[in-house]
């Protein structure tokens, strides 16, 4: 239904994951999607899930931009049959192929027909043409590769370093603890790291450490709740329940030993 597939390895610095959700799922199946710190395009090659809240619906045979998100969204499926493939950004990544401030889109989805995308207008239709995944995959890259040998842009180091520190230490680093490694006042930092991934550093660490937290729980048992929320940088079980409960929209306990993808969670509407 939902699956992940890596980059090649020269697209690695820029791209995250493609995705693709695809199949018949049952009436009324609820995907929250987690926030992640990433941008996504999605591609949408049939049916779709509907999203619970917002005002733009997305439509078959179409294509999308998602900001970047401080909380889950959640999709809901009433068709039959649903497909959409995803190319998921890394934070910096998108900076190499447009000039989108980001700040400007966060919590959002738009047509790509409002924004300055760089994909074609006709790129969804080639998508919809190839006969198979392996085959848009391959459009996909051969499309980003082009794009990236002509690219006049560039990612801000500065930015960059930030935000690799901030994943290495898993959105426990103290802000200030950036400061001393960039050569920009705060003032200038955070204008800059809000253009370049859409969100403050204390968000984008924010994020991080819920990310590392659902990670941690995926792998533990009931047992381990305390565990988990100190080696994740909460000060208790009831403080990790409250955050990932507000960013994910599901109890800390759902995660545990669950093998879905981290991004993602699947529960069901009864009927």
């Not at 048992?221 to 100190?230: D, M």
């Not at 940088?233 to 306990?253: C, F, N, Q």
Request: with cysteine; charged share 20%; aromatic share 12%.
């Amino acid at each position: 239904m939902y699956n992940e597939y890596q980059p090649c390895d020269l697209l690695a610095p820029y791209v995250d994951k493609y995705w693709e959700f695809k199949g018949e799922p049952e009436y009324g199946m609820r995907i929250n999607i987690l926030p992640d710190g990433c941008t996504d395009f999605i591609f949408t090659l049939g049916e779709v899930a509907t999203p619970t809240s917002g005002s733009l619906v997305m439509q078959p045979y179409r294509s999308y931009f998602v900001g970047p998100m401080k909380s889950y969204t959640e999709l809901v499926t009433y068709a039959k049959t649903v497909h959409m493939l995803g190319i998921r950004f890394l934070p910096c990544g998108l900076s190499q192929f447009t000039k989108l401030p980001l700040y400007e889109f966060t919590n959002q989805r738009i047509s790509t027909c409002d924004i300055e995308s760089p994909f074609d207008p006709y790129f969804t239709e080639r998508l919809c043409e190839a006969s198979c995944l392996r085959d848009r995959i391959e459009i996909i890259e051969d499309f980003l590769i082009r794009k990236l040998y002509r690219s006049t842009l560039t990612t801000d180091r500065q930015i960059l370093l930030a935000v690799n520190r901030i994943n290495q230490h898993n959105g426990k680093l103290p802000i200030h603890s950036l400061l001393n490694d960039i050569s920009l006042c705060q003032r200038q930092f955070e204008r800059k790291f809000k253009q370049y991934t859409g969100f403050t550093p204390k968000e984008y660490s924010r994020i991080m450490k819920f990310k590392n937290a659902v990670e941690l729980l995926r792998t533990s048992s009931y047992n381990n709740l305390l565990s988990v929320a100190i080696n994740s940088g909460y000060y208790d079980v009831p403080h990790l329940s409250k955050e990932i409960k507000r960013l994910s929209g599901s109890g800390a306990t759902t995660f545990l030993s669950s093998p879905v993808p981290m991004d993602v969670t699947l529960t069901y509407i009864e009927t």
